[in-house]
């Protein structure tokens, strides 16, 4: 069930509704329901991998507290990851294994007959695994208490707002707001609808207008040149950013409206100032996950230079194969990785060539060309995210500055056929240049907290075009989220 389709118009209002009318001490129960309904929407056999994830993590959990050494409670927990992170490699990661394999004996000239089978990727799989092994990791700690009620914990990892794309909750954040009483709110009921009505926008208007272009260069790369891709990683770089914070939005907007708070998952990633700006601010569930449960626990930078850059780039190299079981995701982690190592070594110089006094000339264009020079970093990276093989990915960075010859008319024609119709090209103008307004100025000032301020009939007014806008840019045919297939 996508959260943009009729079902999902449907089927939200009437869990909310029901949920506030409902007895305290049976809406967890009712939630529990809904989420597995909303998961199963998609293939009911796949609510047998939730569940099992559920009972392994929740068993291990409930066990530790009896083990009777730390030895014991740490055999337990290897337990429960293995068994996870078995599912997880088995539906997800096991045809690039053993198509890897395949590869490296054939160069060796020893052979091999790969596996031939492969399985549908569960949506969602990753991320409520992730939240599920997160939970556990906290009760090895000794961070939380194991939650004794099996009920409220699949709850907790199957909760439909975010069980199929985040933000990965932390269970120190969302398992005690399943014990409080939620009562009927009406500024979390208008503060949520406004944060799904702009993940909508976000969604619907531009990830779904630019998408159109950005598929057809990426679906045939080879057939075109610089201009083309670079056009089309531009447009990329949006339509990804509005895609999965549209999600994050919406998700947060249901949630809100029923009194649930689900953590920030996106705070103006393409103005940061570098490349470990941005990771603070992108898909923060998830950074921050693998800080506390990867990174840390490597050792982090507590053990010397070379052993931080060591872990920083295996963090950054399971982060890329997180995405996805291909080559190109594991580069274009490697990319962000060895480009922060950079930045880290190199930080103590610029800091001190670049050394401006705040409030000049010189700070402020040092602050632009930081802003640029990683967003240029950062797009130039999402060549290997989006690329479909690693063969499209080479072809891409080799040919960024075939360039031909620049005229207006090589453009107009680059741009026909990137967009193939007229009418997919004014509709990105009608689009695209107005978020990028709105973007910079809710940078810069608050546009919910201007919003606020405007008197009822205008924000009213505001609201039915918004709708309308939304409406009017529609799709007939509704695109999955992109972080679905992770």
Request: hydrophobic content about 50%; aromatic content about 20%; proline content about 3%.
């Amino acid at each position: 069930m996508l959260f943009n389709s009729l079902e999902f118009i449907l089927f939200f209002p009437i869990v909310a509704t029901v949920y506030f009318l409902i007895p305290h001490k049976f809406r967890w129960a009712f939630l529990l329901a809904a989420s597995y309904f909303f998961y199963m929407c998609w293939n009911p056999s796949y609510a047998l991998l939730l569940l099992t994830s559920t009972a392994v993590t929740y068993t291990v959990s409930i066990m530790m507290p009896k083990g009777k050494s730390r030895r014991a409670k740490k055999v337990l927990l290897t337990v429960g990851i293995a068994v996870n992170l078995a599912i997880l490699f088995t539906f997800k990661y096991f045809e690039f294994f053993t198509s890897g394999l395949y590869y490296v004996l054939d160069r060796l000239n020893v052979q091999y007959s790969p596996i031939g089978y492969s399985l549908l990727l569960p949506v969602g799989i990753s991320f409520y695994t992730f939240q599920a092994l997160g939970y556990s990791i906290d009760v090895y700690r000794g961070d939380i208490e194991p939650q004794k009620h099996f009920g409220k914990y699949a709850l907790f990892v199957s909760f439909f707002p975010q069980l199929v794309a985040g933000p990965i909750e932390r269970s120190k954040n969302l398992l005690p707001q399943f014990e409080k009483i939620h009562r009927f709110d009406y500024s979390n009921a208008v503060n949520g609808l406004k944060l799904m009505l702009w993940g909508y926008y976000k969604k619907i208007v531009i990830a779904d207008t630019v998408c159109v272009a950005v598929n057809t260069v990426f679906n045939n790369i080879k057939v075109f040149d610089g201009i083309a891709i670079i056009i089309a990683t531009l447009l990329f770089s949006i339509q990804i950013f509005c895609d999965f914070s549209g999600y994050s939005d919406i998700a947060r907007g249901c949630a809100l409206v029923m009194g649930f708070k689900l953590m920030k998952n996106f705070e103006h990633p393409y103005f940061s100032h570098s490349l470990k700006e941005f990771w603070g601010s992108w898909h923060i569930s998830l950074s921050t996950w693998f800080k506390d449960y990867l990174y840390i626990p490597l050792g982090g930078n507590r053990k010397g230079k070379i052993r931080r850059c060591i872990n920083l780039l295996i963090t950054f190299l399971v982060s890329g194969l997180w995405h996805g079981a291909n080559i190109t995701f594991v580069i274009w982690g490697a990319v962000h990785g060895l480009l922060q190592i950079i930045g880290g070594i190199t930080k103590p110089l610029r800091d001190k060539v670049f050394n401006f006094k705040s409030g000049t000339l010189a700070y402020y264009l040092r602050n632009a060309t930081g802003v640029a020079v990683t967003f240029i970093t950062v797009c130039f990276a999402w060549i290997f995210f989006r690329a479909d093989s690693f063969s499209d990915a080479v072809y891409a960075v080799s040919h960024l500055f075939d360039w031909g010859t620049l005229s207006f008319s090589y453009i107009f024609s680059e741009l026909k056929l990137i967009f193939g119709t007229r009418a997919e090209f004014y509709r990105l103008v009608a689009t695209v240049p107005l978020f990028i307004v709105l973007s910079i100025f809710d940078r810069y000032k608050s546009v919910n907290i201007v919003f606020s301020k405007l008197c009822s009939p205008v924000r009213a007014f505001i609201y039915v075009m918004f709708i309308t806008y939304i409406l009017l840019f529609a799709r007939a045919e509704m695109q999955d989220f992109i972080y679905f297939q992770f």
